[in-house]
Nanobody
Framework: QVQLVVSGGGLVQAGGSLRLSCAASGLSSSRYRMGWFRQAPGKEREFVAAMSWMGITGYATSVKGRFTITRDVARNTVYLQMNSLKVEDTAVYYC???????????????????WGQGAQVTVSS
């Protein structure tokens, strides 16, 4: 059974930083892609960042240069380092995984078969 456990959310002032972690277990292969998505109140869930199994990354325009996705293969954990946070980054953040060996960093929800629980990130002004 695949499990993705998200941790690291919280409350931070604008301009501050937070790091989210997503620990994966139960995946049958080490060749999987990971992604981060978020959903703000009253809005649809949107893509934030992703990494292919080969380490190729992709970011939403709104977070490029501020957020960084990294991966610890030994720990089966993906991180989302969020710097220079803005009030508009407030959302529930989700991680997702898929056993795909595609080289690109997938940005669509239906590219991912497995989802973790959300973590609330609140940025105050």
């Amino acid at each position: 059974q695949v499990q993705l456990v998200v941790s690291g959310g919280g409350l931070v002032q604008a301009g501050g930083s937070l790091r989210l972690s997503c620990a994966a277990s139960g995946l049958s292969s080490s060749r999987y892609r990971m992604g981060w998505f978020r959903q703000a109140p009253g809005k649809e869930r949107e893509f934030v960042a992703a990494m292919s199994w080969m380490g190729i990354t992709g970011y939403a325009t709104s977070v490029k240069g501020r957020f960084t996705i990294t991966r610890d293969v030994a720990r089966n954990t993906v991180y989302l380092q969020m710097n220079s946070l803005k009030v508009e980054d407030t959302a529930v953040y989700y991680c997702a995984a898929d056993l795909s060996q595609a080289a690109f960093a997938a940005s669509k929800e239906n590219d991912y078969a497995y989802w973790g629980q959300g973590a609330q990130v609140t940025v105050s002004s």
